[in-house]
């Protein structure tokens, strides 16, 4: 190894939806964080890891810092805040696309209590013209003095290499904490899970995503027949579970179509996946619900 070999944790923050799950998969070079259009989707502390030559990062995919509306959300943000204290340095990511606002200065104010080096990083430059990028970091450098600033796209890749090469600059020498082909620490069911709910976000409207979790009961290899993977989708009310089975059973059968094929990239192999759908009324506010899902945080 390389005595000059470094390694450390890099927490990813920022408001909900700016991209981050989309930065870490495309750092990682395959699928661990769920992605989808709607805010909040990332519930739980992700760690990903990615390990080159000279450096093993260890990035913390949080969810999007929010006002908690739930218990759910509560843990949310918790997980969220408590990253910043033990990290190396902090990715904190926007929306080039989206004026400064009050999330984002709710953002700099906790900023304020770590003494982590923060990278500004600007995502989805790519659907803006370049000239409009430097008042952006005016409007920021003005209210924080960055480690660093980098502007990017998670989406096409553009200076994520730049991105990863700043970020090194603040990690300690230290060895490999993980096997180098490990990419994150969550167990395989958990991954599984979040690729069936991310399908559920793409194809459910309003309430019904932030009310769904998904439990994996049973993972089962069979030999010389598909591995069975039995799942419980989880919702709050009566009418959710009908708005996601859908008429004749065709809106669940489409979830399960959709995540399968990822599921199979996952697991490296073939899978059945048998699908229900349950009713927990108000799992959110439920602390036993939120652990037994896999969401709630240590102390």
Not at 179 to 184: C, E, I, L, S
Not at 214 to 219: A, C, M, Q, T
């Amino acid at each position: 190894m390389n005595a000059m070999y470094k390694s450390g944790f890099i927490a990813v923050i920022g408001r909900p939806n700016v991209g981050k799950s989309t930065l870490i998969n495309k750092i990682i070079g395959q699928k661990i964080a769920i992605m989808s259009d709607k805010p909040q989707t990332t519930r739980s502390r992700i760690q990903c890891i990615l390990t080159q030559d000279d450096a093993q990062i260890i990035f913390l995919d949080t969810p999007g810092i929010h006002k908690p509306m739930f218990k759910l959300g509560e843990y949310m943000l918790k997980a969220a805040e408590g990253t910043l204290k033990e990290v190396d340095a902090i990715f904190f990511v926007i929306d080039a696309t989206e004026n400064f606002g009050g999330g984002e200065k709710y953002i700099l104010e906790r900023l304020k209590s770590t003494t982590a080096p923060v990278i500004l990083v600007i995502n989805k430059v790519d659907l803006l013209d370049r000239e409009k990028i430097l008042p952006i970091i005016s409007t920021y450098s003005a209210r924080r003095n960055f480690a660093a600033v980098v502007p990017i796209s998670a989406v096409d890749g553009t200076n994520i290499d730049t991105l990863i090469d700043e970020a090194k600059k603040f990690l300690p020498e230290g060895p490999k904490y993980y096997p180098a082909d490990m990419v994150t620490d969550q167990p395989e069911r958990l991954i599984v899970a979040e690729l069936i709910r991310e399908k559920i976000l793409h194809v459910t409207e309003d309430e019904v995503p932030h009310s769904v979790a998904v439990d994996i009961e049973e993972i089962t290899p069979r030999k010389n027949a598909p591995t069975y993977i039995r799942a419980v989708i989880y919702v709050e009310r009566d009418s959710q579970k009908g708005i996601i089975i859908g008429k004749g059973g065709e809106l669940l059968k489409g979830i399960g179509r959709n995540a399968r094929p990822e599921i199979e990239m996952l697991l490296g192999t073939k899978i059945y996946l048998d699908l229900w759908v349950k009713v927990k009324r108000g799992w959110r506010n439920s602390n036993g619900a939120i652990q037994n899902f896999g969401l709630g945080i240590n102390e």
